[in-house]
């Protein structure tokens, strides 16, 4: 025991604190750190006594949309037959007629035979068929990026993107009309979200300035934040293009990402269908990552995203709905690649589609009561009534009336749906008009017409 | 499939000290840089026990207290990308079995070294200052704090 007396006072004092502390630890109990039970068990009580449950079932009125919805039989391709009565579709998002096309078909029917109706797995426990893997070849190829990855559901594509690179702390700027695929996907990224006025870059470039300004305040944090900019190439809500080259210019000086939707704009612009970048000349590397839905040009199910190896590779493991949902069933897959076929045999149907949206643009200009909202080069675009009743309800109604008599007149329409409670910024009520490369001129014409008549009939 | 494996824990770091074996793997981890450090000629005991209580400690600092975030990617978005390992342990409850563990431990081998070393004033100094550098960083008050802002963010 020789050391321990040799051993100096203040280190014989340190050992004993020590040895307190450790005696100390090992009575502690555990505790959580941000504990707050501010509440007595009195008024805990009053609380629990107080409640009353919310009903299972809200009452909702009886014309609410959802419990008086038409039935289609048959497909929903250029004739579609709604409740018993055949119209012309111009409500389907069928831009390119592929939906009833007899190649996709008989490909599908092929694909059928050969791999049966589903896949029974995720992409990872044994649901990855070959067709799978030849069809994001083909659409890598066709986008000209270097990989390509498939989706089972097109809501899921954006959704399970975005928070798949942005997560807490990091910082989106998406545009006010983003569609509610979009919105999900942010709220599930966790992120900051920054909203800009639809297609103002001039609003955009005033939030990356104070984001800019904010990270010569705080460098360090700048430094592991990312950021990302999150636009449509046709916007859903408002049928309008973004400004793709302010965007790029933007994503350069600020140093943000750039990920685009391109649910409507592939399959309808640009010179091959490509999309917006091509629509506007852009290289597709600036670009990092472009999402698209198949479910409207190329009449299947499920989407994709393509971009640099490097960044969809990611997608691989981290898109929640790449893993944990079964894959694209392989007769879609079939589908949707007899349609990209069909995309690049003719490119003629891109220019025809354009010159046909023109038509029906110009054609229902000047209706009384109702304005287009749109560019002339969507294939979607919007009436809304010109001006308001007051109340969103009777906005609705009024329009529901007009798609009404359009149906009597065998001109199938639709509204726009939202979950109203839900959107983030709830765009006006409005009737969706879709335009296919299968209707014809006089169709178009006699469609303009029945709406200007209708709208007249009621609005006035 | 595996039965009784399923679990919710969003994030590994929050649970691996409470695995079994791994105290008794750091105790003769320990046990064996002891060794080592013994087997070289030219360090006496002294020495050895002083490296032996250095440079474990010097360890936990790197992996508990210094570094941030996660390896891998969870799928809580990101939520322990700012905190430590010590942290994220047990999702911030304070005085744990693996937390009493891995406070106390140190405070054993300081007891060793500073036995062996015979209290030299050396010795003395580069011990407390390695288990002060590594105690101080666990207490409960100090949960989340950076100071003066180094390794914030």
Redesign the interface.
């Known amino acids: 025991m020789r ?2 007396q ?3 006072a203040y ?1 014989l004092i ?2 004993g604190i ?1 040895i307190l ?2 005696i100390r ?2 009575f ?7 504990e707050r039970s501010d509440l007595t068990v009195k008024e805990k009580e009053e609380l629990i006594e107080e409640w009353q449950p919310e009903p299972l079932v809200p009452p909702i009125s009886k014309d609410h949309p959802a419990l008086n919805y038409n039935i289609v039989s048959g497909p929903p391709s250029h004739n579609i037959v709604v409740n018993g009565k055949k119209c012309v579709n111009f409500a389907s998002f069928n831009f390119l007629g592929l939906l009833d096309n007899p190649r996709v078909k008989a490909a599908a029917l092929a694909s059928l035979k050969k791999y049966g109706v589903g896949t029974c797995g995720p992409r990872g426990f044994y649901g990855t068929f070959d067709v799978h893997l030849d069809l994001e070849d083909r659409l890598a190829k066709f986008m000209k990026t270097e990989e390509a990855i498939i989706y089972s559901y097109g809501f899921a594509t954006i959704a399970s993107a975005i ?1 798949a690179y942005s ?3 990091d910082i989106v700027f998406v545009d006010r009309a983003a569609c509610f695929a979009i919105q999900k996907g942010l709220q ?3 992120s900051d979200i920054k909203l800009f006025k639809h297609n103002d870059m001039t609003d955009l470039e005033r939030l990356l300035k104070e984001q800019e300004m904010e990270d010569q305040k705080n460098p ?2 700048a ?2 934040t990312r950021r990302f900019i999150v636009a449509e190439g046709l916007y859903m809500n408002t049928g309008t293009i973004c400004p793709l080259p302010e965007l790029v210019k933007l994503k350069y000086k600020y140093k943000a990402r750039i990920f685009l939707e391109e649910s409507l704009s592939f399959g309808v612009l640009g010179e091959h269908g490509r999309g917006v970048t091509e629509h506007f000349g852009i290289s597709i590397d600036d670009i990092d990552l472009i999402s698209a839905n198949m479910e409207n040009s190329l009449a299947s199910i499920g989407g994709f995203c393509c971009g640099r190896s490097f960044v969809i590779d990611h997608q691989r ?2 898109g ?1 709905g790449y893993c944990f949902s079964a894959s694209l069933p392989p007769l879609l897959a079939a589908a949707a690649m007899e349609a990209l076929n069909i995309m690049e045999e003719n490119p003629g149907i891109f220019s025809v589609l354009k010159e046909k949206c023109k038509r029906i643009h110009k054609a229902l200009q000047g209706i009384s009561g109702l304005k287009v909202v749109g560019e002339s080069l969507s294939p979607a675009f919007h009436l809304q009534l010109k001006d308001s009743t007051g109340s969103r309800e009777k906005d609705v109604k009024l329009l529901q009336e007009i798609v009404n008599h359009c149906m009597d007149r065998s001109i199938a329409l639709t509204q726009a749906r939202y979950l109203e409670k839900e959107e983030k910024c709830l765009p006006p009520p409005s009737i969706r008009v879709v335009v296919t490369v299968e209707q014809t001129d006089e169709e178009l014409e006699r469609a303009a017409h029945t709406i200007k008549e209708v709208a007249q009939a009621v609005l006035l | 499939m595996n039965i009784g494996v399923a679990h919710s824990e969003v994030n590994p770091n929050t649970r691996i000290m409470i695995r079994r074996g791994l105290w008794l793997t750091y105790a003769l981890g320990v046990g064996l840089l002891y060794i080592i450090l013994l087997s070289i000629p030219f360090f006496g005991v002294p020495v050895a026990w002083t490296l032996t209580n250095v440079i474990p400690n010097l360890g936990m600092y790197v992996f508990l207290h210094a570094v941030k975030g996660t390896p891998f ?1 969870t ?1 809580d ?3 322990a ?2 905190l430590t390992h010590w942290e994220q342990l ?1 999702y ?5 079995s693996s937390r ?1 563990f891995f ?2 431990s140190p ?1 054993i081998l ?2 060793l070294a ?2 062996y070393t ?2 030299d004033p050396t010795h ?1 100094i580069l011990n ?1 200052a390695s288990l002060q550098s590594v105690l101080i960083p666990k207490m ?1 008050q100090l ?1 989340g704090d950076r100071a003066f ?1 180094i390794n ?2």
């Open positions: 050391p321990v040799a051993a100096p280190h340190l050992e020590l502390w450790i630890l090992l502690s109990k555990t505790y959580k750190l941000q928070p997560k807490r702390g599930a990224s966790r360090r944090k430094r592991v493991l981290s929640q | 990617e799928p978005q990101g939520k990308r700012l047990d911030g409850v304070q005085f744990t009493k406070t106390i405070i300081y007891f500073s036995f015979k209290y003395f407390t409960p949960h802002g914030k963010y």
